[in-house]
């Protein structure tokens, strides 16, 4: 019987995690860690999803501040409510919603955020410190820290002996997760759009981790026997059998089929997913604590 991992299951033990950290800084420094979520222009999805960030940064018990900048901001006039971000010593942690109005460079924006505040993770520095392997001082992006704790509970610290593949190279994604499991000691292959015979690489893989945006792409045939299938993609396909012109969610993975070839696989939706805006918090937790040198959680 294969092993589903529930990933809403996860992410609430990681929000326990914080918010009995949260309760014992403030007890400590009289403080509340501060995230700032800053969003501009209407569109509706990153709307939701701010607003869903928010929510759970009050539930954690943080300081929570939104700002909510029109479509016509300029690059300026939001480097500068950055800046302002930046020096306030109430906020430990600066998200900026993405995407941003095409008229603002996002690279700009996130390089300008102060490092030890990225808890996004997106900073040149916190990427660095990830592929130097320092996981010590620097801030993880979200989805691929959610998707290595996934494996930490699968296989343990170590993944000493264990082939993983990472099927996908965004600097957002693939990169940063491959980083992860090469600093656990898996030894560790990143696919792309170029690699030769991509199915035959999959089946070496003890850990398939799938981030590319097609949909159901891997399937049965690809996964190799008993191996941990963790999938990223959340893609839109149409889905007439529940009406005209409805739709569902399908991950990169072809979950039905291919959770009869593999040990553990996580579903989409409720898998990766909701992982997300939980290292989020947990990310804040860990920026907050450093800078009040208070001592630094583990999630």
């Known amino acids: 019987m294969v092993n589903v991992i529930d990933g809403k299951a996860v992410a609430a033990s990681v929000v326990d995690k914080v918010k009995q950290a949260a309760a ?176 035959a690489v999959c089946r070496t893989a003890d850990i398939l981790v799938a981030a590319v945006g097609r949909p159901e792409m891997v399937r049965r045939d690809w996964v190799k026997s008993g191996s941990t299938l963790i999938d990223v993609g959340i893609n839109r396909i149409p889905a007439p059998e529940r009406g005209e012109g409805k739709t569902r969610l399908v991950g990169d993975i072809a979950f039905a089929e291919c959770s009869q070839t593999a040990d553990t696989i996580t579903p989409v939706p409720g898998g990766v997913g909701p992982m997300t805006i939980s290292m989020l918090m947990a990310n804040t937790m860990i920026a907050a604590a450093r800078a009040e040198a208070q001592p630094v959680p583990q999630f």
Do not use: W
């Open 24 to 199: 014992e800084f403030g007890a400590a420094t009289g403080k509340k860690p501060g995230l700032a979520v800053v969003i501009v222009g209407e569109d509706p999805a990153s709307q939701v999803y701010v607003a869903s960030k928010s929510r759970r940064a009050e539930e954690c018990g943080f300081k929570s501040v939104q700002h909510s900048l029109p479509a016509e901001t300029t690059q300026d006039e939001l480097l500068a409510l950055v800046e302002k971000l930046n020096a306030d010593s109430t906020i430990h942690g600066i998200l900026v919603q993405l995407p941003l109005p095409d008229h603002i460079d996002p690279d700009t924006i996130t390089q300008a955020i102060d490092h030890t505040k990225d808890v996004d993770g997106l900073h040149v520095v916190n990427a660095g410190k990830l592929m130097t392997g320092d996981l010590k001082s620097g801030l993880i992006s979200c989805t691929p820290a959610g998707a290595m704790l996934f494996v930490r509970q699968t296989h343990g610290e170590d993944l000493s002996g264990l082939n993983a593949v990472v099927i996908g190279r965004s600097n957002l994604f693939g990169k940063p997760m491959a980083a992860l499991l090469l600093n656990a000691n898996a030894t560790v292959t990143i696919c792309h759009s170029r690699t030769a015979n991509l199915p």
